[in-house]
């Protein structure tokens, strides 16, 4: 017996198996929401929220906040602003991600 699976997306970052009607895996959904300074920092600094999500799910590096041990810090180099590295400080939950604030980080090298 020969069974196809076909990928669907759920959502912008769900990915969902399905094989003859039957869910095979389904891994939660991710959402994103923003604190009224992250999104006040994207129109400030012309930050676009596609390039924030994407640097909070694939990071070229992460680490822990110093000052407050509940939030992350990704980095990621955004070619779409001439290569400069985007910090993002955010809070995860189970299904979701708090953005608290994004900028371009100067100190940061490549």
């Not at 017996?1 to 891994?27: C, H, K, N, Q």
């Not at 809070?91 to 991600?97: C, E, I, L, N, Q």
Request: net charge positive.
């Amino acid at each position: 017996m020969i069974f196809e699976i076909r990928a669907v997306t759920i959502a912008r970052y769900s990915p969902i198996l399905f094989g003859f009607g039957i869910i095979d895996a389904m891994p939660p959904i991710v959402t994103f929401s923003y604190s009224e300074h992250a999104m006040t920092m994207l129109a400030e600094r012309e930050i676009e929220r596609v390039w924030v999500e994407r640097t909070v799910l694939q990071p070229d590096a992460t680490e822990p906040d110093p000052k407050h041990p509940d939030r992350q810090r990704a980095f990621r180099t955004v070619p779409e602003r001439d290569g400069r590295v985007l910090r993002v400080v955010y809070v995860r939950s189970d299904t979701a991600y708090r953005v608290i604030t994004p900028f371009l980080d100067r100190g940061r090298r490549r």
